[in-house]
């Protein structure tokens, strides 16, 4: 059964205080592993697509990254905006994304 | 500004009323998806239509019915809802079924209240 766990499950910050937020996924044959962000109260917002090991893309102060097992989203010296949810999602043998349950990031000025 | 259209934002009714959710959007996009999210919790898909086709139906209660009148517009009608069933509920789009990319797009929920 394929499956996503996303971990801290809540992450605070002090502002510039770089950190990372892990995905790991089971999936059987990997279509894409996707990261969006979520506002309260808003639907989730696209970030990034990974497809294959040692892949990365940047975004501002996001920068995800691949391995076989697991996802990283790194973030760079935050700022309060960056405060969301994170969401990661895997894309495997069924036809519906898989989504984690998310890592609430709090980023204090 | 989300590119997809969701209303009403807020809805709050009955155990017994009849209400729909709408959602319309203008990109192009063949494939629109309704989910169910509670609060703290990731999105649950429901229902998945591709070229207007009911694609995906993931064992939703029949109390929910959706509908694909034309390639931009998706509903949900709603009717004998329990308490339970208070949620975002989320309408997405994407190029092609399973998103290709994975790039979905979300609208921004619209929040439903049963009493």
């Known amino acids: 059964e394929d499956q996503v766990t996303q971990s801290p499950e809540a992450l605070r910050l002090q502002e510039g205080e770089s950190s990372s937020l892990n995905c790991s996924y089971t999936?059987?044959?990997?279509?894409?592993l996707f990261w969006y962000r979520q506002d309260p109260g808003k639907g989730p917002e696209f970030l990034f697509t990974?497809?294959?090991a040692g892949e990365e893309k940047e975004k501002e102060r996001l920068k995800a990254t691949l391995t076989k097992k697991e996802s990283f989203l790194h973030i760079t010296a935050p700022k309060p905006e960056d405060s969301a949810t994170y969401l990661c999602?895997?894309?495997?043998?069924?036809?519906?994304?898989?989504f984690g349950k998310g890592t609430t990031l709090s980023v204090s000025s | 500004d989300t590119e997809v259209t969701q209303t009403p934002k807020h809805l709050v009714m009955g155990m017994t009323n009849k209400k729909s959710l709408k959602c319309e959007q203008h990109?192009?996009?063949?494939?629109m998806y309704w989910y169910k999210q509670k609060a703290k919790k990731p999105p649950e898909l429901m229902f998945v239509?591709?070229?207007?086709?009911?694609?995906i139906n993931e064992s939703v209660p029949s109390r929910f019915s959706p509908e694909c009148p034309n390639s931009s517009l998706l509903n949900l009608h709603l009717h004998a809802l329990q308490p339970e069933d208070s949620a975002l509920y989320l309408c997405?789009?994407?190029?092609?079924?399973?998103?290709?990319?994975?790039?979905?797009?979300f609208g921004e929920g619209s929040r439903l209240t049963v009493l």
């Open positions: 997405a789009s994407s190029q092609i079924l399973a998103g290709g990319t994975g790039e979905l797009f």
């Open positions: 999936v059987s044959g990997l279509r894409g």
């Open positions: 990974l497809y294959s």
């Open positions: 999602a895997v894309h495997g043998g069924g036809t519906a994304l898989i």
């Open positions: 990109m192009g996009h063949r494939a």
């Open positions: 239509y591709s070229y207007e086709k009911l694609s």
